[in-house]
């Protein structure tokens, strides 16, 4: 991590063959941050400490904003910007203080297309 930006967040990628458990790992760590969060907040505390996500197959910035727009009931109206989803989707996981974000099956983003690369980055 020393090497990161001082805007970049720590961020740690768990690889590996399939079926070896690398989804049932990150069902765990969310469940266990749920459950941290739970104990030490009170009851009908509205902030979700985690999102977990799957990427879909082919996926482009937009459709990978748009998966995360949906967590927290975010809408995303057909004719809306790749800007304006990852603007409503920032701010609303700040607003609901979101600390740990999972994003399952990473590997269909293709960071070798223009597309891949705008929604690696």
Known sequence: MDGQQATAR???ILTGPATTGKTTAL??????????????????DNRV???????????????????????LAIPV???????QITTAV???????DVTLVLIDEIHRLNPHTPSGTEAAD
């Open 90 to 96: 920032c701010h609303t996981y700040t607003t609901a």
């Open 10 to 12: 720590p961020s740690l």
């Open 49 to 71: 400490p985690v999102a977990h996500i799957l990427v879909p197959p082919g996926a482009t910035a937009k459709t990978l904003a748009a998966e995360l727009a949906p967590y």
């Open 27 to 44: 069902l765990q760590v969310r469940r266990t941050c749920h459950l941290a969060h739970t104990r030490l907040t009170a009851p009908g």
């Open 77 to 83: 109206a057909t004719r809306i910007t790749t800007a």
